[in-house]
């Protein structure tokens, strides 16, 4: 088999294989062969221009890798490609947390953990406990309209904690502590 002799020039070097093993030259000429039978035009060594390399062709609103973008899009995509939109959200509620249930909340009430889609969040005392299991269900709301749907489903309410009344590395079981200390 032997290469098409119409595109081929005398100064172009090794244009018809020769210097080529048996096997390469055959597949160099079928690859040759499928390009000029899809309309590709083989352009001899003498008409190329010196380092000139073939662009990718553009096309509109695809990214190319190389087009320069805003650092948030970009920032966006490399979090979507790893998978990371979980770990971010969870912290940016904890990292927002005073911007996104308010100042008033936000001095009485603190995220303690953030597993799956369930926020624990500590008060300092049982009214703010209270009025914050009150204030779930608007608070769940503005994290899907802030972060994103399903981001938070679910906020644990813990109360303050009550003091504990073991001393040293040992305890002995029993009732605990009673109303008289004598």
């Known amino acids: 088999m032997q290469p098409p002799a119409e595109n081929q020039g005398p100064d172009?070097?090794?244009?018809?294989?020769?210097?080529?093993?048996?096997?390469?030259r055959e597949q160099l000429n079928r690859m040759r062969q499928a390009a000029q039978a899809r309309g590709n035009?083989?352009?001899?060594?003498?008409?190329?221009?010196?380092?000139?390399?073939?662009?990718?062709?553009?096309?509109?609103?695809e990214?190319?890798?190389r087009d320069p973008q805003g650092l948030g899009k970009v920032f966006s995509r490399f979090v979507n490609e790893r998978g990371w939109n979980s770990p971010v959200a969870v912290g940016s509620v904890i990292s927002r947390w005073e911007e996104l249930v308010g100042p008033e909340v936000s001095a009485h009430c603190k995220p303690e953990s953030f597993s799956d889609t369930t926020v624990q969040v500590r008060c300092?005392?049982?009214?703010?406990?209270?009025q914050l299991r009150l204030l779930r269900q608007t608070l769940i709301e503005r994290f899907d309209a802030e972060l994103g749907s399903g981001?938070?489903?679910?906020?644990?309410?813990?109360g303050p904690a009550a003091p504990n009344w073991r001393k040293g590395l040992r305890s002995v079981k029993g009732r605990g502590p009673r109303d008289t200390y004598g």
């Open 63 to 65: 990214y190319t890798g």
């Open 12 to 24: 172009d070097p090794a244009a018809d294989g020769s210097d080529l093993p048996d096997a390469a």
């Open 151 to 158: 981001v938070v489903t679910r906020i644990e309410v813990i």
């Open 41 to 61: 035009q083989r352009v001899p060594a003498s008409q190329r221009k010196q380092g000139a390399r073939r662009t990718p062709r553009f096309v509109p609103g």
């Open 124 to 130: 300092d005392s049982t009214a703010w406990a209270t």
